[in-house]
């Protein structure tokens, strides 16, 4: 009885090879209404002619068995590495394969006889068997194939990034395709912050990344590291500046758009390179702290004008620590607020009292603070004087 179950079985078998282009046509006539298919890059002649060939295998591993070559794997291969570079959706192209079954099932029903209802029930699962093979083994290429292309893509974008962001003079174009790389907006205000790798820096950027994947990062070297990222990201627990709101770093809040970031992360470095970092413990926005960085560059570029203003400090030494203090407090609140009263209320004196020092300050430094010159200069030079821990 069992040969001649085998016998019929077989027999079936090659009566459903005969007509596997009746399965072709049945596949092709479903598979176009697969979303992931309808819109795709896999033309009609790709998908007959993958039809074809997995028909084939799966058949001859039905009929045949082979305990060598395995036709359907060399297929699936094949076919989930290139369903992914085309971007065919797994869930998608797993469906396709599933049609397999179904339309193989559904012409061996128009084959068999009555008879043969206790043969299908005790062959079913060999033909699930060889269809599930077969897909289980595309789906492995297909991910196999989207990690490297995962890994290509990436090291393609990171080099996108740092032709980028090294670029002196970027044109609108290369703003574009970072934009459409990133799926950053190119005409968006945007943060730009740069700052050294402090230990804590790994895990605030831990933060950030599953946060928002709209923030951007560039490490050339190790010990430096440069974010940017649209001013549209929501305020949150794990922003950028809340993430980094204990590390000591440059940002700047509002630069124009994406083509003036380069620029922008340009002059972050330069003003946390030059100024003093030692007293910085958080993000130091540099629109609103100008000042020391200018006051660095231009009393470092110009030192000569330093020796004028030796006195000042010898007048200072000469002053007790309570006393040096007082007018160091004075001298800077004033220079914030240019107003005498204000000046009077913060530091809990006279006015009188305050005026008295501002002129002390005058005659040592050769400055007129009523002049809009010489009061810019002060700032400066106080600021610079802070600075290098002579204030």
Known sequence: MANSDDDRWFELMLNLYEHRNELVSDFMNHVVEIPGYANSEVSMSDMRETAVNAYNAILRKIIDNPSGIDQRIFLAKKLGSLRAQQGIPLPDLTTAISLDFKIIWRLLMRLVKPSDAALLANHVESVWNA??????ATQIEYHNESVRMEGSQFTERALKLE?????TDVSENEALIVSQSFSIPIYSTYVVCY???????????????????RVMLYQHEAETWNLFWPSTVPDGQGHPLRALANIPCGYM????????????LRTLKHYMLTINQSNLAS??????????????VLFTTFPELLDLYTTYLEYMNEMSPKEQEELKK?????????SVQL?????????????KRINAFEKATYLDLRNPTDLAFAVLLIKYLHNVRKW
């Open 195 to 213: 700052g050294n790798s402090v230990p804590t820096f790994s895990t605030a950027l831990r933060e950030i990344r599953s946060y928002s994947k």
């Open 283 to 296: 993000p130091v926005n540099v629109n609103s702290n100008w000042a020391p960085y200018a006051g660095t």
């Open 330 to 338: 004075t001298i800077a609140t004033f220079l914030q607020t240019g």
């Open 163 to 167: 032709n980028f962001i090294n670029s």
């Open 343 to 355: 000046t009077s209320r913060a530091c809990f004196c006279h006015r009188n009292t305050v005026m």
């Open 253 to 264: 809040p509002d630069v124009r758009n994406l083509i003036q970031v380069p620029r922008a």
């Open 131 to 136: 269809v599930d093979g077969f897909s289980q």
